[in-house]
């Protein structure tokens, strides 16, 4: 089992920049793929960026690429998202989410369901 906490949300002006935190519980964080995904108000969940278990790999989506860097720090059992030059089109609840690495299966970073735990959320609202 694992628990997930995002902090690191609020309020910033376009252009603007914020850094959500995932703190995860537990001694196996560095077994996880961990990944961040957001959702708009009327809008379906939909992937920002994934890390591997070991930070080896990252991918991101079109739409944050350049501006999002995901990080994670396997010793403090943290993930990060930095956001920089932020838009109103980024405003939404943040979650992140981790996917069991053991198995060994092919990572398939953009998927929601191939996410074991997810935290609560934080919200980022984005003023023009």
């Known amino acids: 089992q694992v628990q997930l906490v995002e902090s690191g949300g609020g309020l910033v002006q376009a252009g603007g920049s914020l850094r959500l935190s995932c703190a995860a519980s537990?001694?196996?964080?560095?077994?996880?793929?961990m990944g961040w995904f957001r959702q708009a108000p009327g809008k379906d969940r939909s992937f920002v960026a994934a890390?591997?278990?070991?930070?080896?790999?990252?991918e991101y989506a079109d739409s944050v690429k350049g501006r999002f860097t995901i990080s994670r720090d396997n010793a403090k059992s943290t993930m990060y998202l930095q956001m920089n030059s932020l838009n109103p089109e980024d405003t939404a609840v943040y979650y992140c989410?981790?996917?069991?690495?053991?198995?060994?299966?092919?990572?398939?970073?953009?998927?929601?369901?191939?996410?074991?735990?997810w935290g609560q959320g934080a919200q980022v609202t984005v003023s023009s």
């Open positions: 537990g001694r196996t964080f560095n077994m996880y793929h």
């Open positions: 890390i591997t278990w070991n930070g080896g790999s990252t």
């Open positions: 989410a981790a996917d069991w690495a053991g198995d060994g299966t092919h990572w398939y970073p953009a998927r929601p369901r191939e996410y074991d735990f």
